[in-house]
Nanobody, 121 residues
């Protein structure tokens, strides 16, 4: 079994910063793609940022220049540094990762339970 657990959400004033973390645990042989998504009530889940095993990254236009995604493979951890937060960034943020259990490198997609980010204006 694999589990993803997010932390770091909370309440922050507009213009402030938060750092989200996601720790993967369980039967992990390899982690390929890792990403952050967000979802507001009534809206579709949207990808915020993604980082691949080779370290390459991609960001949604609405966070470019403000958010930084990073990973620590030694600790199976994913981070999202969120700077210059805006009220519209308030969402539940979800961690997502493609994880293989063994050397056959069959990757399965896993999701965390989400962490709430609230931005006051």
């Amino acid at each position: 079994q694999v589990q993803l657990v997010e932390s770091g959400g909370g309440l922050v004033q507009a213009g402030g910063s938060l750092r989200l973390s996601c720790v993967a645990s369980g039967s992990i042989f390899s982690i390929n793609r890792m990403a952050w998504y967000r979802q507001a009530p009534g809206n579709q889940r949207e990808r915020v940022a993604v980082i691949y095993e080779d370290g390459s990254t991609d960001y949604a236009d609405f966070v470019k220049g403000r958010f930084i995604i990073s990973r620590d493979d030694a600790r199976n951890t994913l981070h999202l540094q969120m700077n210059t937060l805006k009220p519209e960034d308030a969402n539940v943020y979800y961690c997502n990762a493609d994880i293989a259990w063994s050397h056959d490198l069959r990757y399965y997609s896993y999701w965390g339970q989400g962490t709430q980010v609230t931005v006051s204006s």
